[in-house]
Nanobody, 124 residues
Framework: QVQLVESGGGSVQAGGSLRLSCVVS????????VGWLRQAPGKEREGVAR????????YYADAVKGRFTISQDRAANTVHLQMNSLKPEDTAMYYC?????????????????WGQGTQVTVSS
């Protein structure tokens, strides 16, 4: 079983930055990819970025390419999402999630383990 705990959300003005963190614990042998997904009020959940846990392969949604960077601290079993040049449309609940494969895109249905979420609010 894998457990995911997010932190780092908050409120920021447009153009600002935030860094989210996700501590990964438990048996990661069957959850080889960790990603960040988000859900804004009244909208469907969407993928933001993912990284191969223990590796270097990354994948980003077009909406965040060039602004967000996903990375990991292997020693701390933590995955980070650095968010720069934030826009009001980035406002959402952000979730850390894990899936079995380290391939494919960011479809929410492909992620089987979820954290509790952390709120990000960007004001104009």
């Amino acid at each position: 079983q894998v457990q995911l705990v997010e932190s780092g959300g908050g409120s920021v003005q447009a153009g600002g930055s935030l860094r989210l963190s996700c501590v990964v614990s438990g048996d990661t042998s069957r959850r080889r990819s960790v990603g960040w997904l988000r859900q804004a009020p009244g909208k469907e959940r969407e993928g933001v970025a993912r990284i191969c846990f223990g590796g270097t392969s990354t994948y980003y949604a077009d909406a965040v390419k060039g602004r967000f960077t996903i990375s990991q601290d292997r020693a701390a079993n933590t995955v980070h999402l650095q968010m720069n040049s934030l826009k009001p449309e980035d406002t959402a609940m952000y979730y850390c999630a894990a899936k079995r494969e380290c391939t494919g895109g960011l479809q929410p249905a492909s992620f089987s383990t979820w954290g509790q979420g952390t709120q990000v609010t960007v004001s104009s």
